[in-house]
């Protein structure tokens, strides 16, 4: 079974800019999460969905947003790129985001905001 | 108070030694916890899962959680180069949805 995968896997963008993350989960997961990494912050939660639905976010601004399709995959978008946004983004999926469901991660997007 | 403390490291040891891996946290609601490896510039890869208090053996790996210390430790066995990585904890509270709340990751250098 493939596991969770998201593109691109690097990108460099300016700031102002903005930015569309693409992630597919594992076939039979519908709950997708996003994740921040930093080095500073480590791994901070920012959103997931489940059935195309936002069910809960982090403490992240209004520039961070995301979306899922009605195949489950997802997309998160950060418009007016800060230099703070530079991070690994990580996506992970799970079955359906309940209790004991086990989450498994992709490689990352990693982000350069210059 | 962060929720979840991790020793950043690095923790250097010899191959073939025994490690072990700690991190404490203050919300009692967290009823899962896992822990994850991750490799420099890959995503976290899911090691160990356990829910509640107790032990969990996965070959040369075993989780303990501690519920009333608010305490887990993942200890490795055998250790080798190849368990050179960043391990993180990863807790999660029961009736909750996917968000799990992340130690900040400890780096292990397992030397041949």
């Known amino acids: 079974k493939a596991g969770v995968t998201q593109t691109p896997r690097y990108l460099i963008k300016t700031r102002g800019q903005q930015v569309t993350l693409s992630c597919s989960p594992i076939?039979?997961?519908?709950?997708v999460s996003w994740y921040q990494q930093t080095p500073g912050q480590g791994l901070q939660f920012l959103f997931e969905?489940?059935?195309?639905?936002?069910?809960n976010k982090g403490n992240f601004p209004g520039r961070f947003s995301g979306r899922q399709f009605s195949n489950s995959r997802s997309e998160m978008n950060v418009s007016t790129l800060e230099l703070g946004d530079s991070a690994l983004y990580l996506c992970a999926s799970s079955l359906q985001g309940f209790g004991g469901d086990e989450q498994y991660f992709g490689p990352g997007t990693r982000l350069t905001v210059t | 108070q962060k929720e979840v403390e991790q020793d950043p490291g690095p923790l250097s040891v010899p191959e073939g030694a025994i490690v072990s891996l700690n991190c404490t946290y203050s919300?009692?609601?967290?009823?899962?916890f896992m822990w994850y490896r991750q490799y420099s510039r890959k995503g976290p890869e899911l090691l160990m899962y356990t829910y509640s208090s107790g032990n969990k053996e996965d070959g040369r790996f075993t989780a303990q959680v501690d519920k009333s210390s608010k305490y887990i430790s993942l200890f490795i066995r055998d250790s080798q180069p190849s368990d050179s990585a960043t391990y993180l904890c990863?807790?999660?509270?029961?009736?909750?949805?996917?968000?799990?709340?992340f130690g900040k990751g400890t780096m292990l250098l397992v030397s041949p």
């Open positions: 076939s039979g997961h519908r709950s």
């Open positions: 969905y489940f059935s195309e639905t936002q069910r």
């Open positions: 919300n009692s609601a967290f009823q899962y």
């Open positions: 990863a807790m999660k509270a029961r009736g909750g949805y996917s968000t799990l709340t």
